[in-house]
């Protein structure tokens, strides 16, 4: 199974979601600091971050993991504050699960965001899609422009994926988190917005202006048209 | 009840008609007896100035002092040893009579032919005597002219009277909608403080005691919303920390469940009993943030152009109630709150399922400017002191309910969701049985 980073300065929270986690097959880390869990990052597939801790906050935690690599991330948070959330997904989080949370349903959106690092694609072209400039290879899941590769999570390589199979169509943010996030009905939309935005700043040449991850208005997103 | 501005009105008005008739009345009584005083002096002097310059003769002629004393507005007549000369229209009253034979000067109003006439009569002396002639002189004469007068000023009088009236009804009708405007402002304010809101405040105009009034008013309201604030912020308070035990607990509780079928009898139910109320303080604490947000004003409201069809479907699919509910929903789209239309279809659905019996249905309708969902059942309905209850945070209509089968603000929450969209909840009972809960939502269309 996978080795999960769980960065929470509550000892019971802690403990009790390390026991649940640990139970459904998982490796757990436990660290009660932001100091404490970036060291760990190495030994980690998933970070299941609180946003409020001690000394560093999650928001710079986040910030600080986004840094160093395209390690998942999923926050936790005691408030389903607005800001927070928004705060949270703007400093590189994948999916957030608002305190007091399922072991379940942790486990599920655990299971989801490492899901979107692996192949769906049954037709291996080594060479890639090629979009402008920008190349997509749907099996070895390496995103090029101009040569040059560009890392991405997990989520926002799915997001790519997902948009740039039907170039020209409009996809809406519900059908996004549902295929993307694995969202049920009542999905946050702010996730796809949120990640539109990291894709485009890594993606585009203008993200104020974007070429390939273009906004329709009131119905969603739209891949091109190029 | 009358009114603070009709008793303002009724008490000028009836200060202004005591001073108007007062004033006018006395100016009135004053000048009429000056006119007819001064008339009758008139009439007085004239007589006894035209007898001191006729010679008199004894017995009297009569026409040459008849002529004397008459012209064109007086007539004579002139009594002589029972005989009498001249005007024998002239009527003279006894009394009269009575008065000139004693030597004086005398005169009387009488009425007579539809005028006023003033009689005056003198019995001549001999000054060398000293002595009555016995002839007695009277002359009479019309005072329509002053009657006239007099009329004319009573008609002024009262022209003055009406007119200050009407004026002074003025002056104290503005009067009182200056002082009661403020005194409707404070009703106003205080009524809707009584509603809820507790940031009214009122305009402070002036020093006088209405001002010193509405500064009472802001300073009890601005009090009331820092001690609501105080308490709201306590509930919010301990709501939040209330999460973080519970979050550990509803970690480990999947694991009670899974464990409970290995653990031996009380073990087992323990665990489950655990895990299942694990749950309920979970949702209890989750309604209580959410009633917090709304009594702190900070629930926001994510308005997206919803399926409505589709989306009351996935709230009944997602809780596993498809099957369980009757559904007719044609194909709407408006304007909502995806997650609250949620909330509120899930309470009133899992109300009825849990109250009511079955068959629960759920019906959307289209109407110019609203769309309309209603969530019936069939069982007894909702007593009629349940009726005004029904949105009150914790209310219990059956004492003996179990705790256990919900937070007890769920349908407090979906009343709060339903204005938060400027929309309505009301819940009433169906002609042929069963309790009917029907949520009006703008549609957004401007018809």
Known sequence: ?226 | MRSLRTRLLLAFALLTTVTAAAVAGGMYVNARDVIVQQTQDAAVRTMTDRVSTARLQLPPSGDGLIGVLSDRDTSAKIVYNGQSFGDQNLRVSPELRAEVRTGRVAWQRVSGGGSIWLVVGMAPVNRATNRPYGVELYTQRRMDNEDQRVNQLATIAWGLGAASLVLAMTLAWLAARGVLRPVRDLDMAAHRLGLGDLTTRVPVRGTDELAGVARTFNVTASALEHQVGELRRFVADVSHELRTPLAAMTAVADILDEEAPNLPGDAGQAARLVSQETRNLTRLVDDLMEISRFDSGTAGLALDAVDLAAAITATLHTRGWLDMVETRLPPIVAPVDRRRLDVIVANLVGNALRHGAAPVSVTLDAFPGWVVITVSDNGKGLPAEVLPHVFDRFYKADTARSRSEGSGLGLAIAWENAHLHHGTLVAANRPDGGAVFTLRLPSGTTS
């Not at chain 1, 980073?5 to 000892?11: A, H, Q, S, T, V």
């Not at chain 1, 959330?85 to 590189?92: K, R, S, Y």
């Not at chain 1, 090629?130 to 560009?150: E, H, P, Q, W």
Request: aromatic content about 4%; charged content about 30%; proline content about 5%.
């Open chain 1, 1 to 226: 199974m996978s080795r999960v980073l769980l960065i929470e300065d509550d000892e019971a929270v802690r403990d009790g979601l390390q026991l649940a986690l640990t139970r459904q097959g998982h490796t757990v880390h436990a660290a009660g600091t932001g100091e404490q869990g970036l060291g760990r990052l190495p030994e980690a597939d998933v970070v299941v971050l609180d946003l409020m801790l001690p000394g560093m906050d999650g928001f710079e935690v986040c910030r600080r993991i986004r840094a160093e690599g395209d390690l998942p991330i999923i926050m936790l948070t005691a408030r389903d504050d607005d800001m927070d959330v928004v705060a949270g997904l703007e400093a590189g989080a994948d999916d957030y699960v608002v305190k007091p949370v399922r072991a379940r349903v942790l486990e599920a959106r655990i299971r989801a965001v490492l899901r979107r690092g692996t192949t769906t694609d049954a037709r291996p072209r080594p060479e890639g899609d090629d979009y402008r400039g920008l190349t997509i290879d749907r099996a070895g899941l390496v995103v090029s422009k101009n040569g040059r590769t560009i890392g991405l999570t997990p989520t926002e390589l799915r997001l790519l994926l997902e948009l740039s199979s039907s170039p020209g169509r409009v996809l809406s943010r519900q059908q996004l988190l549902e295929a993307v996030w694995e969202h049920g009905y009542l999905g946050d939309s702010r996730l796809v917005d949120a990640c539109v935005q990291r894709l485009r700043a890594k993606i585009e040449d203008d993200p104020a202006g974007p070429l390939y991850i273009q906004t329709v208005r009131g119905f969603g997103y739209r891949f091109g048209p190029l």
